[in-house]
Structures are given as structure tokens and as C-alpha cells.
């Protein structure tokens, strides 16, 4: 061989070996992106795998929602279960106090008050009878004056009392809780009675048994050992409703 020959043949090895390493490798030919479509475009195209997931999380997130509203829901009727719970509580509380108190006993009557004759139970306001009509809150007050007739007191707290935690801003409130106040007054309960005329000032600042409560308030005032603040209760009466007929039970209560 010559070498013109061998250097023939050696140049078409090596041009064998380039040719063979210009084509591509098989799985870059399977990874081009179609025709039409740049490599960015095909990569960031939504495969069906990952969009399944993306309508699984959006279901699972709304259902999340949901069941936080029907959570907070449920803790809100938990509250109001619990409210009415500690108002029954409350009520029951209030009857076993009464039921362990003497009831026989009266309250010593100040100069200027007829007394009560034993076991007589306090008169219900005429104006609040007068406006019983056939309501719900009336129904309730109409069945307490009429246990309280019945010489029923605990019963008489009971269906005063829901009208007054029920319908906080019915007319007829004040006398239902002026007479469960006088209740307890004549069971000398003095500080139930005391918060019971408080709660009722409190309540009605500008009602017709205003001039009243503050009376039995200077009262249980005096019953518990405080004449003094007592005794300021009453002029406040005089100062501020002069013209009524507790100005001058306090006026009488002043003097003696």
C-alpha cells in the first residue's frame, strides 16, 4: 500500500467517527418539543396529573371553609346554651335561698308605713295590671301576680323572673322586678332585695316605680346597719320627686 493510500484511508475513518457523533442521542430526539411549540412552552404546558391536583385542593379548601363556618356556628349555640344555663342555675339558686328562709318572719315597719298582715303578699302595681294584655310578657307577669296572690312565692319569683331576663325592655318589667325586690324585702332578705331595687333603677331610670325603689332602697340600707348612706337615700327621694307619696314616707322616715 502507499501512503497516498493509507492517508486515504485513515481520512475516511475519521470522517466516519465525526459523522457518527453529529446525530443526536435517541432520548434527545424523543425530548424535542412538538412542532409549532419553543421548549419553554412545552415545559410549562399543564400536564393532566398536576391539574388534578390543583381541583383536588381547591375542593378540599372549600370544604375547609365550610366546616369552619359550621364550627363557629356550633360554638355560638354552645354560648347561648351556656347562658341560658347559668340564668336557670341563677333561678334555682334564688329558690333554694328562699325556700331556706324563715317566711313567717316580717320586716320591722318604720313610722309612717301601715304594716303588713302576716303572710299578705305585696300589691302589684295597678298600672302594670292594667296594661296586661294578652302578650307573652304579660302572660308571664299575669301567671307571677297571680302566684303571688296564691301566696306561691318561689313559683312567683320563677315566672317574674322570666319575663324580666326574656323581655329585658317590656313595660312591664319594672313591676315584675319591683315585686320580686318587695318580695325579698318582706322576707327580709335585705341584700337580695337592695340589688333587685338597684337592678330595677338601673334598668328604668325614668320609670313610674322609681320614686318607690329608692325608698325600700334607703330602707334595706338601714336593715344592714348603714343609716347614714340611708338616710341620704331618702332626701334624694324628697329632692327629686317631692310631690309623691314616698317623698313623704321619706320626709317621715327623716324625722324619726
Known amino acids: 500500500m502507499t501512503r497516498t493510500t493509507a492517508r486515504a484511508a485513515v481520512l475516511a475513518l475519521v470522517l466516519a467517527g465525526c459523522a457518527t457523533l453529529d446525530k443526536p442521542p435517541a432520548t434527545l430526539e424523543a425530548r424535542k418539543p412538538p412542532a409549532g411549540m419553543t421548549q419553554v412552552e412545552s415545559e ?52 333554694e335561698e328562699l325556700e331556706a328562709q324563715n317566711r313567717g ?13 302576716p303572710g299578705t303578699a305585696p300589691t302589684p302595681p295597678p298600672a302594670a295590671l292594667a296594661s296586661a294584655t294578652t302578650t307573652p ?6 301567671a307571677g301576680v297571680q302566684k303571688l296572690q296564691a301566696k306561691d312565692l318561689d313559683a312567683a319569683i320563677l315566672s317574674l323572673y322570666d ?26 332578705d335585705f341584700r337580695g332585695a337592695l340589688a333587685e331595687f338597684e337592678a330595677l333603677i338601673a334598668a328604668v331610670p325614668r320609670g313610674e316605680k322609681v320614686a318607690d325603689a329608692l325608698l325600700k332602697i334607703g330602707l334595706c340600707q338601714k336593715n344592714l346597719g348603714d343609716a347614714p348612706r340611708a338616710k341620704r337615700t331618702w332626701a334624694r327621694v324628697v329632692k327629686d320627686y317631692p310631690a309623691s307619696l314616698a317623698a313623704r314616707q321619706a320626709r317621715a322616715l327623716l324625722r324619726s
Request: net charge positive.
Open 105 to 117: 318572719r316580717q320586716a320591722p315597719v318604720p313610722s309612717g308605713f301601715a304594716p303588713l298582715a
Open 137 to 142: 310578657a304579660a302572660d308571664l307577669y299575669r
Open 163 to 188: 319575663l324580666i331576663v326574656t323581655y329585658p325592655d317590656d313595660p312591664l318589667r319594672e313591676g315584675a322586678q319591683f315585686l320580686v325586690a318587695d318580695i325579698f324585702y318582706n322576707q327580709r
Open 44 to 95: 410549562s404546558a399543564p400536564r393532566p396529573a398536576a391539574v388534578d391536583q390543583t381541583r383536588v385542593a381547591e375542593q378540599l379548601n372549600r370544604i375547609a371553609a365550610e366546616l369552619g363556618e359550621l364550627q363557629n356556628a356550633v360554638v355560638k349555640l354552645i354560648a347561648s346554651s351556656r347562658l341560658q344555663d347559668d340564668q336557670l342555675a341563677y333561678l334555682r339558686r334564688r329558690v
